[in-house]
């Protein structure tokens, strides 16, 4: 692991990116067979705002030392998630989950919350790296648990009160192109967009 990517600036711009690679054969008839042979991964493509000189050369120094796709680093998810409670940061797991499962209980919320978790949120657990996106909007119930849908299925077991972030997750990237490059002009700002990939471990 090779550090964490500065907060300041946010990114003017972000392409994020869901991947699944699938195995696709269409028969002359019209019929479809379809396997997916990979794990899910986020990928995205950020573009930083144009900065003076020293910022500039800060982020670059930063990406410059992750050796091309060599290291891992972190990246905080710059948007905030959509759900009512994403300033809440005592979520637990309730009870004990196996890789695979796609329904999570957790447990943490002010109780009778209305949409505590948006479709759409990044959520994270604290004992691997992946990164997941809750399906559909939930309410949390009269004593603050609610069951949430997850994609992708946990790619590692859970256990019982493991926590859980609601907002703004880091995740665990590597620079998916060995070459990185700054642009500068007349004017004396420099802007800098580089791609990276999510890491399942």
Do not use: C, W
Not at 55 to 69: C, D, H, R, T, V
Not at 84 to 111: N, P, Y
């Amino acid at each position: 692991m090779s550090g964490a990517f500065p907060t300041n600036p946010l990114f003017s711009a972000l392409n994020f990116q869901d991947n699944r690679p699938t195995l696709l054969n269409q028969t002359l008839s019209g019929k479809k067979q379809v396997r997916q042979i990979g794990s899910q991964y986020f990928s995205f493509t950020a573009q930083m705002p144009p900065m003076q000189q020293e910022k500039a050369m800060e982020i670059f120094a930063f990406l410059q030392k992750q050796k091309g796709s060599f290291e891992d680093f972190t990246i905080t998810a710059p948007l905030d998630n959509l759900g009512a409670s994403k300033a809440e940061t005592d979520i637990l797991v309730a009870g004990v989950h196996s890789a695979a499962d796609g329904s999570i209980a957790l447990d943490g919320f002010t109780a009778s919350t209305t949409g505590a978790l948006k479709a759409g949120d990044l959520i994270k657990f604290a004992n691997h790296s992946k990164v997941y996106m809750v399906q559909s909007d939930i309410d949390s119930d009269g004593s603050g648990a609610l069951t949430v849908l997850i994609s992708p299925n946990l790619v590692a077991a859970l256990a019982d009160n493991e926590a859980v972030t609601v907002n703004k997750p880091s995740f665990t990237v590597y620079l998916e192109n060995n070459e990185i490059m700054y642009s500068t002009n007349a004017s004396g700002l420099y802007t800098i967009s580089f791609d990276v990939r999510e890491v399942i471990s």
